[in-house]
């Protein structure tokens, strides 16, 4: 079962509290986010994406893909399987020490809380604890009819993996030299113990990962080269520059795969929280998978004539803490109403001010009023003419003060109306989210308007 909200967010202040509330009541209520198995009450801190959440959620995911492929020199792209050969997380360091959690267990109630979580007491009931054990994160599951050792493999608990097993694969068909990079997005699972802050920390969440390729002597120049891009990538979606930072893990911290890391941080309203990695991993993965399958991951160097291990930087990136981190970066109220209709004086209006990328509806067409005919009948060969260019929306329910303000919510960049003059003259006007300013275009003209406004091609 899922905890209710107000005993997740126990500790915020108030005000963060709201904010949390308000951002989780508006992703459910605008079809962006809602539990999984929501009609049996949610399930083990798992999410649904609902329509304009997985607009949103590919739009994230298409914008990082540009980035980190299609704008860069070197780099490729790869979808490996979720299930790989167990013998894969025993190269890793999954299935070791290296990715548990210490736990402790209350003798009477028989919960598990993470130690660096609690004092000497259960949380729940006051019980007695155990002593501390280590709880590995991998999620079991069987391949195969029967349920036995020999059949037990793990969904992949970071999608890097499947990189690196691809490593020479990728090499001898795109003909690669180092320095190059393989990029891919992908599910991910860990058994988390506490999971929560809505999509935050989840048990099933997706990744977006590029393995950086490269002479080891040359490592520390690109950590901190892809630590900058990195830090651009959610400054140019609009993340606002005071929200950011970079926070370097001490020694004691780094992951078991690490030679150095720094986890780029928001300032979410539960305090500031890694939203992605970047780790210099040296040769760890690729001489553990060499000597575990015993084939030869060495890269030959041409102009050297030696064959070495090259190093990996890696930059890791969370879709679903980006799209958390772009829905609170984004929201905004405003008091007294931006619309200055009678009705909307008296409301707050929420704007959601996302980059034009990102919003999950690029278009809204709306007839100025619902009951002339004529007005939804044209308005409905517009919304035609645009739906196979542009994420497009519908809607004659309501006053047209409330569809902006409810397209204003939902961060929708463009909003056209069809009007009496319209059908004179076959004009329409768009309204800016940004600026609120109208102007009147041909609809004849409109795809190649909208194209330049959106800056898409
Ligand atoms: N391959 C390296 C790696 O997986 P990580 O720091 O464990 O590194 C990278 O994870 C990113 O994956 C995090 O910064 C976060 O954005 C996302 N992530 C990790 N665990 C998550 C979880 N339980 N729920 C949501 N996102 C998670």
């Known amino acids: 079962m899922i905890k209710p909200l107000h005993r997740q967010w126990e500790s915020f202040s108030k005000v963060m509290k709201d904010l949390m509330q308000k951002i989780v009541s508006l992703a459910k209520r605008r079809g962006?986010?809602?539990?999984?198995?929501?009609?049996?009450?949610?399930?083990g801190s798992c999410y649904d994406f609902g329509p304009l959440g997985v607009e949103m959620k590919n739009n994230i995911k298409r914008?990082?893909?540009?980035?980190m492929t299609r704008l860069q020199e070197n780099i490729i792209g790869l979808?490996?399987?979720?299930?790989?050969?167990?013998?894969?997380?025993q190269a890793s360091g999954h299935l070791t020490a290296g990715f548990a959690d210490?736990?402790?267990?209350?003798?009477?109630?028989?919960?598990?809380?993470?130690?660096?979580?609690?004092k000497n007491k259960c949380p729940e009931c006051k019980g007695e604890l155990t002593k501390?054990?280590?709880?590995?994160?991998?999620?079991?599951?069987?391949?195969?009819?029967?349920?036995?050792?020999?059949?037990?493999?793990?969904?992949?608990?970071?999608?890097?993996?499947?990189?690196?097993?691809?490593?020479?694969?990728?090499?001898?068909?795109?003909?690669?030299?180092?320095?190059?990079?393989?990029?891919?997005?992908?599910?991910?699972?860990?058994?988390?113990?506490?999971?929560?802050?809505?999509?935050?920390?989840?048990?099933?969440?997706?990744?977006?990962?590029?393995?950086w390729f490269c002479q080891p002597k040359e490592a520390p120049k690109y950590f901190e080269f892809w630590k900058k891009e990195r830090m651009k990538w959610y400054v140019n979606l609009g993340i606002k520059k005071e929200n950011l930072r970079i926070r370097e893990a001490s020694k004691s911290e780094l992951p078991h795969y690490a030679r150095s890391a720094i986890d780029i941080e928001y300032k979410f309203p539960?305090?500031?929280?890694?939203?992605?990695?970047?780790?210099?991993?040296?040769?760890?993965?690729?001489?553990?998978?060499?000597?575990?399958?015993?084939?030869?991951?060495?890269?030959?160097?041409e102009g050297t004539k030696k064959k070495y291990f090259p190093y990996i930087i890696e930059t890791s990136a969370g879709a679903d803490r980006s799209f958390l981190t772009f829905l609170i970066d984004s929201y905004q109220e405003v008091k007294g109403g931006r619309t200055k209709t009678t009705e909307a004086k008296k409301e707050t209006e929420v704007l959601l001010k996302l980059d034009k990328d990102l919003a999950p509806i690029k278009v809204a067409i709306?007839?100025?009023?619902?009951?002339?005919?004529q007005l939804a009948k044209k308005a409905k060969e517009v919304y035609q003419l645009l739906k196979?260019?542009?994420?497009?929306?519908?809607?004659?329910?309501?006053?047209?003060?409330?569809?902006?303000?409810?397209?204003?919510?939902?961060?929708?960049?463009?909003?056209?109306?069809?009007?009496?003059?319209?059908?004179?003259d076959d004009t329409l006007t768009i309204r800016n989210r940004d600026t609120m300013r109208q102007e009147r275009v041909k609809i004849k003209d409109l795809v190649k308007v909208i194209k330049e406004k959106l800056n898409t091609q």
């Open 366 to 373: 709306l007839p100025l009023v619902k009951n002339k005919a």
């Open 102 to 118: 210490e736990l402790v267990e209350c003798k009477s109630c028989h919960k598990r809380f993470r130690l660096d979580e609690i």
């Open 79 to 89: 979808d490996a399987a979720i299930l790989m050969s167990p013998k894969v997380w």
């Open 388 to 424: 196979p260019h542009f994420t497009c929306q519908y809607d004659e329910l309501g006053s047209i003060g409330r569809r902006y303000r409810r397209q204003d919510e939902v961060g929708t960049i463009l909003c056209l109306t069809c009007d009496f003059q319209t059908l004179e």
């Open 132 to 211: 501390p054990r280590k709880f590995n994160l991998m999620m079991k599951t069987f391949v195969g009819p029967v349920e036995d050792e020999a059949s037990t493999t793990y969904l992949r608990a970071e999608t890097c993996q499947g990189i690196y097993t691809n490593f020479a694969n990728v090499l001898n068909s795109m003909r690669l030299k180092i320095p190059f990079g393989i990029a891919q997005i992908g599910k991910a699972f860990r058994n988390e113990i506490t999971p929560g802050n809505f999509i935050y920390r989840t048990r099933e969440f997706e990744q977006m990962e590029m393995q």
């Open 32 to 43: 962006f986010i809602s539990p999984s198995s929501e009609i049996y009450g949610g399930f």
């Open 63 to 67: 914008t990082w893909w540009k980035e």
């Open 270 to 301: 539960f305090g500031w929280k890694e939203i992605e990695g970047i780790h210099n991993r040296g040769d760890w993965d690729l001489s553990n998978h060499s000597k575990y399958s015993g084939q030869d991951l060495k890269y030959f160097d």
